[in-house]
């Protein structure tokens, strides 16, 4: 059996999927980093994207990443 949203939004089962390799397999955040900005590329910005892929940059040690997909993040919720 697949992992799936009730919702039927798959996207949102692999950031969560994305959020917990990041925080509880660390060696794994370059992963959640490639899985995030594929998705991001699919689907679009969207703030919780750009929030699970910053955790994830920022648990492999890549601070300035981290902070671009924040603050691009902040800027969505500025304008809504």
């Known amino acids: 059996d697949k992992a799936r949203d009730p919702r039927g939004n798959k996207e949102f089962v692999v ?3 994305c959020m917990l ?4 397999q660390p060696g794994r955040a370059d992963d ?4 995030m900005s594929e998705l991001i590329a ?3 910005p969207l703030p919780a994207f750009l929030d699970t892929r910053a955790v994830a ?13 924040l603050r691009r993040q902040f800027s969505f919720a500025a304008v809504s």
């Open 15 to 17: 950031n969560n999927l």
């Open 21 to 24: 390799l990041a925080l509880h």
């Open 32 to 35: 959640a980093v490639r899985m």
């Open 42 to 44: 699919i689907r679009g």
């Open 57 to 69: 940059y920022l648990v492999s040690s890549r601070p300035e990443q981290a902070v671009k997909d």
